[in-house]
């Protein structure tokens, strides 16, 4: 048995539940009298909704097919050997459930030899090889081609990436290596690590070719038929393909400083993952393949076994697979469907609902305010949108048409609203104010209308108090900007039924949205924790310490976004209105900041100014301050925001806010940004030891987003 089968038996051990993917070799006649030609396809036997991975048995199954090819390329048996995908999907990368079960570095090492063992046999075969990207492509799917001596792209493939730094790896098949060596290192920066770092960003096919990944692209419809016949014309020598010279001289050293910047603009240097790659691509300057492969194998090894990355993969888990199943929805049998939406108010919030209902549920949609130009102005802001989306080619002109005349605009509430099923109310934030709206609007729509609340901190139970159907109110609290964060906290309140609360379900998921159901508790999960962590440093600012140096204590979370930018983004009267909220609820633990208070009534809108380049308190703002004398250190700022936010943790699962702390995670990576390296929150929380030194235990078990013991 080789070393490389060795290798992968013994990591194919560690992998009980791997879906194994088969390596299947045909042969075909090429065209034009091209010769005898091997194709291998990657098929794990399951349609394009459970994508091809690479387990160990599935790099030994890709092994054992390079066996045959090799043999027969030594005999003269064929000209080329073609690797490509099942329908819709080429190969999505390493089977990520069994990295999670990993406990010992050198079995995380074989993991990365294996690959590169396996994969680096393509380049040696005594013919040229040849990579169809057909489909979906990513991380060692996309590695499996880089090896390869040519690849094709399809023109329809909406998916093509190397996400591993986004997750807390690097590219370590090869990707590091030879992406630079292939494209040049500014291009390869671009993928690896920018389009990592931007939220996990895909390439389309065009962009693929573009970048000079592949030598030629063809349509989706007759892609492998095309690529056959280019590769004829290759193997016949009538097609060169020619590439342009990769600079290796300063423009590599630029490159690689350009990803250090983008990297310590998105983390912060608190995750390691894309300094590994970059030191791995700055390497890889010289163009030794060998060297730049055992660098892989290393820094595999290594984040594998880093908390980082199992933070990465728990993030990743509760974004693609618990948000599809939200903890305490009931059945979805019993959600009604929506054929017609209202929208209570106009202002910029109501016209970005209206927006995102009217183009993902493609149903009726009616705004109303008090006066016709309030109206005018929000139904104006939807058209408007719609037809940015059609300069950017993301709708045609009939889609646009058809959008916009779904959205409309009404002072008379019963015209708007007496044949709704969902409307929504997106007022002023006071209790009175949406009480009464919501009187006004249950005295005319049907007995079935569900009534939702955007409310971001006031109590749903409250609201629904006064009226005769309390039952069909639900909290449906969108944030900020609506079309780019993904949360929609949908709040049970004490009287809300199971179907009212399973059409706000069904209609989240129409919506596109991750949908947590919470607790009608005080701010929810969101706004309660920003809401502790932004007092506890507003706080330390009214005592004495520098604004400076409160706003950098949390930079080694690598959060994205310093506690007075995120202040300033939220709105300081926002803020300073829910801060209020949750005072009168918990005067014990949520102060309200009279620094604050003046910013507000001044009507200041940003602390900041940016005259020299680099934030600076403003002037203004600094006049209306009044400090204590107490100056605490960034370190001591940083323990008390955690220790805080560890405790309102703890108290929000005592109380039941939602199911697990799981959720808690999933709520602040998408609703507030929390970084997927921290895997939210509570799995940074327990790491740094703060979890059991605020609340006596962890909040996850040892094992669920760490490194197992």
């Excluded at 996400?163 to 098949?173: A, M, R, T």
């Excluded at 929506?338 to 109501?350: D, E, F, I, P, S």
């Excluded at 998408?670 to 909040?699: C, M, Q």
Aim: net charge negative; charged share 25%; glycine share 10%.
């Amino acid at each position: 048995m080789s070393n490389t089968a060795e290798l992968l038996k013994g990591a194919a051990e560690l992998f009980p539940d791997e879906v194994v993917t088969s390596a299947h070799v045909r042969h075909l006649d090429l065209p034009q009298g091209a010769g005898r030609f091997a194709l291998i396809t990657l098929d794990n036997g399951l349609d394009h909704t459970k994508p091809t991975t690479l387990g160990p048995q599935s790099l030994v199954n890709l092994d054992k097919a390079i066996d045959q090819v090799e043999a027969e390329a030594a005999r003269g048996e064929i000209a080329g050997v073609g690797v490509t995908g099942k329908p819709f999907i080429f190969a999505v990368g390493a089977d990520l459930k069994g990295v999670e079960v990993i406990k010992r570095h050198e079995d995380a090492l074989a993991i990365g030899k294996g690959g590169h063992d396996v994969f680096k046999r393509l380049s040696s075969l005594a013919v040229p090889t040849f990579a169809y990207y057909n489909g979906a492509s990513m991380g060692g799917g996309v590695e499996v081609g880089l090896h390869c001596t040519y690849r094709t792209v399809s023109r329809a493939i909406p998916a093509f990436s190397l996400p591993e730094v986004f997750l807390g790896l690097v590219p370590g098949w090869g990707g590091c290596t030879l992406l630079p060596n292939l494209v040049g290192a500014d291009r390869a920066v671009s993928v690896i690590i920018e389009n990592s770092l931007n939220q996990n960003r895909q390439l389309k096919g065009e962009q693929v070719f573009e970048l000079g990944i592949a030598d030629a692209i063809f349509d989706g419809a007759d892609f492998l038929e095309q690529s056959l016949i280019w590769t004829a014309s290759v193997l016949r020598g009538e097609l060169e393909v020619e590439r342009p010279d990769v600079d290796r001289g300063e423009a590599w050293d630029q490159a690689v400083a350009r990803g250090r910047s983008i990297a310590d603009s998105k983390v912060h240097g608190a995750a390691p993952a894309a300094y590994r790659a970059l030191d791995i691509i700055a390497a890889a300057k010289n163009g030794d393949l060998r060297q730049g492969f055992d660098a892989e194998d290393r820094a595999l090894a290594d984040l594998i076994m880093g908390e980082e990355l199992r933070s990465g993969l728990y993030a990743f888990n509760l974004v693609n697979k618990r948000a599809k199943r939200p903890a305490g929805a009931p059945d979805k049998k019993l959600a009604r469907p929506v054929t017609k939406v209202g929208v209570v108010g106009a202002g910029l919030m109501a016209s970005q609902l209206a927006l995102l209902f009217a183009r993902r549920l493609e149903v009726p949609v009616v705004l109303t305010d008090i006066d016709q130009e309030r109206i005018d102005k929000g139904v104006g802001y939807v058209h408007e949108e719609i037809d940015k989306l059609l300069l950017k080619g993301r709708v045609n002109q009939d889609k646009a048409n058809r959008l916009k005349a779904l959205v409309t605009g009404s002072l008379d509430k019963a015209a708007a609203f007496g044949d709704a099923d969902f409307v929504i109310e997106a007022v002023f934030e006071e209790m009175g104010v949406k009480q009464q709206v919501f009187a006004e609007v249950e005295a005319v729509v049907p007995e079935h209308a569900i009534l939702a609340t955007n409310t971001s901190s006031l109590s749903v139970t409250e609201m629904a108090g006064k009226l005769e159907h309390p039952e069909r109110v639900v909290g449906f609290h969108f944030f900020n900007p609506v079309a780019v964060l993904p949360l929609l906290e949908i709040v049970r309140a004490e009287q809300t039924d199971d179907a009212s609360l399973a059409t706000a379900f069904a209609v989240a998921k129409s919506l596109k949205k991750t949908a947590v159901l919470v607790k009608d508790a005080p701010a929810f999960v969101v706004n309660r924790i920003l809401t502790r962590f932004l007092g506890e440093v507003l706080r330390s600012i009214d005592e004495g310490t520098p604004v400076e140096v409160a706003d950098r204590a949390l930079a080694p979370l690598g959060l994205p976004m310093s506690p007075i930018v995120l202040l300033e983004l939220v709105g300081p009267a926002v803020a300073h209105h829910v801060a209020g909220t949750l005072n009168a609820a918990f005067p014990d633990r949520f102060g309200v900041s009279e620094n604050l208070g003046r910013v507000v009534k001044a009507g200041k809108r940003n602390l900041y100014v940016y005259d020299s380049g680099k934030p600076e308190l403003d002037p203004e703002v600094a006049a209306l301050f009044e400090t204590g004398d107490t100056v605490l250190t960034e370190e001591q700022v940083r323990e008390r925001a955690l220790n805080a936010i560890a405790e309102e943790i703890r108290l929000m699962l005592d109380e039941g806010v939602v199911a697990e702390a799981q959720d808690i995670d999933l709520c602040l990576i998408t609703g507030a940004g929390w970084p997927f390296h921290l895997g939210g929150i509570t799995p940074y929380l327990d790491r740094e030891g703060v979890s059991e030194r605020v609340a006596g235990k962890r909040f996850l078990e040892p094992g669920v987003a760490s490194v197992p013991n």
